[in-house]
């Protein structure tokens, strides 16, 4: 079966740094990954997104990279502000048609 | 302003008690889908609807109940059935049926056993 998961729950992180979230899933027939940014109390607001058949992908002030060789997904926030903490989740489709599958989330704190 | 629309924000449910949540979108979406939050995990798919009148069971469906029927709408039922309903409730959705899409979220609704 599926199974997504981020390495680490918590991440704390200097105002001003690079912030990266990792995640790790195990299914090789993954196709479309996903990162939603969840505050407290409010409901998960997409990030960015990536299919199969990219390494990377950037944003504003941030970039997921995809590496398939070893099933790994990463998600890279540029100066990190206040505004950034929050909880972070990946989530992959196992293939066309698939409902998404969502890790734990990484719980990211921006200290001032 | 679009978007999805979760209330109430805040539901409280006694033994034996069926409560309903309710999910309005006026975002034109076709599909529709309703996940449970439990802290430290990750989202868990109860339903989902793709068109009006037409819903799917996710993989925790046991003890809710749903309906379609106006493409705007669609509300949760946490029926006495199910034992454990503590729990934060997203409703999401998406511009077609097609499951590959991003989804967007409302709000939420917290659930508490009372």
């Known amino acids: 079966g599926e199974s997504v998961g981020l390495h680490l729950p918590t991440l704390s992180v200097q105002e001003g740094d690079n912030s990266i979230i990792n995640c790790a899933y195990s299914?090789?027939?993954?196709?479309?990954f996903i990162w939603y940014k969840q505050e407290s109390g409010k409901g998960p607001q997409f990030i960015i997104d990536i299919r199969s058949n990219m390494d990377k992908r950037q944003g504003q002030r941030v970039t997921v990279l995809l590496n398939k060789t070893v099933k790994h997904l990463s998600l890279q926030i540029a100066a990190t502000q206040p505004g950034d903490s929050a909880v972070y989740f990946c989530?992959?489709?196992?293939?066309?048609?698939?409902?998404?599958?969502f890790g734990a989330g990484t719980t990211v704190t921006v200290r001032a | 302003d679009g978007g999805i629309t979760q209330s109430p924000k805040y539901l409280f449910r006694k033994e034996g008690q069926n409560v309903t949540l309710s999910c309005e979108q006026n975002l034109n979406h076709d599909a529709m889908y309703w996940y449970r939050q439990d802290p430290g995990q990750g989202l868990r798919l109860i339903y989902y609807s793709q068109i009006v009148n037409d819903f799917q069971k996710g993989d925790i469906a046991e003890g809710y109940s749903v309906s379609r029927e106006k493409k705007e709408s669609f509300p949760l039922t946490v029926t006495s059935a199910q034992k454990n309903p503590t729990a934060f409730y997203l409703c999401?959705?998406?511009?077609?049926?097609?499951?590959?899409?991003?989804?967007?979220f409302g709000s939420g609704t917290q659930l508490s056993v009372l």
């Open positions: 999401a959705s998406t511009a077609s049926g097609g499951m590959d899409e991003k989804l967007f």
């Open positions: 299914n090789s027939a993954s196709d479309y």
């Open positions: 989530a992959e489709r196992g293939a066309k048609g698939y409902k998404l599958s």
